[in-house]
């Protein structure tokens, strides 16, 4: 599939058939996000592939919202995207290199979760990206190293559903020339 192609088709999708998702296609599409651009080329996202039947469903019962309990329930891998913590727009120093301060490491966590997305989706995988739980339950759960902060969680399956493509804005809505 092309890029644009594959950036216009990709959905969130909220319902799986079930199939399992091979481990070595988890690593394809880690692989694959594992070249999304970070600051300074710090690398600082990291990512915990959760198919435990079990696991899975203490992060749904414990952590997240009804309609973010069906999700993780019907897909067969939930992927939690992590940062490590404090390198991700600061200088070795410890202090911040922008006035955006520490915001620079969630920017490179959603362009390499978002790579992840696209790379799934090229390999006819569904995702959509979760931002809505108990964040400090959830790290507790999947024991988080310290040094580490949970950003998303990303279910990941075959889709059994294929929703249509939201409205978008145009154009001149979204781009200034000067």
């Not at 897909?75 to 301060?101: H, M, N, Q, W």
């Not at 569904?126 to 902060?149: S, W």
Request: aromatic share 6%; with cysteine; hydrophobic share 35%.
């Amino acid at each position: 599939m092309d890029t644009i192609t594959c950036i216009k088709t990709r959905r969130s999708v909220r319902k799986y058939t079930g199939e399992k998702v091979s481990k070595e296609l988890i690593q394809e599409i880690v692989s694959a996000a594992a070249f999304a651009p970070s600051w300074k080329n710090s690398q600082t996202t990291r990512y915990i592939a959760i198919t435990d039947p079990e696991l899975k469903g203490r992060l749904s019962k414990e952590c997240c919202a009804q309609h973010n309990q069906s999700i993780i329930d019907s897909a067969p891998v939930v992927i939690a995207t992590l940062i490590v913590d404090k390198r991700s727009g600061f200088e070795r120093d410890g202090s911040y290199s922008t006035i955006r301060e520490d915001n620079w490491q969630a920017f490179d966590n959603g362009i390499a979760t978002q790579t992840l997305c696209l790379a799934a989706h090229d390999k006819g995988l569904g995702t959509v990206i979760m931002g809505l739980y108990d964040i400090d339950k959830a790290q507790e759960i999947l024991q988080v190293p310290e040094g580490q902060l949970l950003m998303s969680l990303v279910a990941v399956g075959y889709p059994s559903e294929e929703p249509a493509a939201p409205k978008r804005k145009e154009v001149e809505d979204l781009l200034t020339f000067c």
